[in-house]
């Protein structure tokens, strides 16, 4: 069975992207929102099991859409994605299917 994954973002081409590399996961399948109102429809319509939330969204709004799905679908995981390499979001994503707090970080090279 596929995670379905709905990923909420502002930003069109960094919420594309995200797509494109959820959905290279044979295991995962992305629907993609930039709206409130749309990514209501994608929660109705799906059996949505994180809804990832991208760049953008203001805090009122986060808000909003976290108190409407802890209220109306509580089993949804909500996570942060903050950007990063898609190890990064591999990483988030596998953590919270595990039921455990994120801890990856990005690794940097240091030149000395």
Known sequence: MQ???AVF???KEIV???ERVIN???DWMAFCACTQENLKQIVYENSIN???YSSGIGEQELENIENWLKRFFPTIIQIQHFGGGS???QCEINSA???I???CKPLFNEIS
């Open 3 to 5: 995670v379905q994954i």
């Open 9 to 11: 973002g502002k930003n």
């Open 16 to 18: 594309d992207t995200l």
């Open 24 to 26: 290279k996961n044979d």
């Open 50 to 52: 994180i809804v990832l």
């Open 87 to 89: 190890g990064l979001l």
């Open 97 to 99: 299917l595990a039921g």
């Open 101 to 103: 707090k994120p801890i």
